[in-house]
């Protein structure tokens, strides 16, 4: 399994690198889904939605307040 996780987390590097809006949070997500759950069996249908859905929520990089975290009222 060692080669398999040095190939994954190769691959996984090369997607940051070619695709900028990857995020920290879905490289992590993806890397322990593909050297745990999803390499030892078949995930579920719904273990798939959940994890789509987790991902969607990892690809959404935090928006920094550009009011300086002060509130308007």
Do not use: F, Y
Request: net charge negative.
């Amino acid at each position: 399994m060692p080669n398999d996780e040095s190939w994954i987390g190769e691959r996984l590097q090369q997607c940051v690198k070619t695709h900028t809006s990857v995020s920290d949070a879905a490289v992590a997500r993806l890397k322990g889904l593909l050297e745990g759950e999803a390499h030892e069996r078949p995930l579920t249908q719904g273990e798939l939605l959940a994890t789509a859905a987790q991902l969607m929520q990892d690809m959404v990089k935090p928006v920094m307040p550009t009011d300086g975290g002060g509130n308007a009222n």
